[in-house]
């Protein structure tokens, strides 16, 4: 599975973006999707995850009730909405898949693919 994220970009605080990660692959559906963020000298960190189907979703507490993950298995996309966006959410976004097990720890993904970097304004 190759993965290429996209849809960063400057954004004032209180503001939008949305950023999509598309896949190649006819196996996109067996994976789980998560996206995950690296601000400067900062570990990566998990922000969001969605199941293979769509039906569960988690989400790191500081971007609960403000960033949405979804995922489009008939477009091999997933997507990641992101509301009322604060300055500390300035870094660079990476979407991951992992078929196998549970967590969402950055060391057990399978594939990621190229960050896209998004600044965050005060």
């Known amino acids: 599975v190759q993965l290429q994220a996209s849809g960063g970009g400057l954004v004032q605080a209180g503001g939008s973006l949305r950023l999509s990660c598309a896949a190649s692959g006819r196996t996109f559906n067996y994976y789980r999707m998560g996206w995950f963020r690296q601000a400067p000298g900062k570990e990566r960190e998990f922000v969001a995850g969605i199941n293979w189907s769509g039906s569960v979703t988690s989400y790191a507490d500081s971007v609960k009730g403000r960033f949405t993950i979804s995922r489009d298995n008939a477009k091999n996309a997933s997507y990641l909405q992101m509301n009322s966006l604060k300055p500390e959410d300035t870094a660079v976004y990476y979407c991951?898949?992992?078929?196998?097990?549970?967590?969402?720890?950055?060391?057990?993904?399978?594939?990621w693919g190229k960050g896209t970097l998004v600044t965050v304004s005060s």
């Open positions: 991951a898949a992992v078929r196998y097990g549970s967590s969402w720890s950055p060391d057990r993904m399978d594939y």
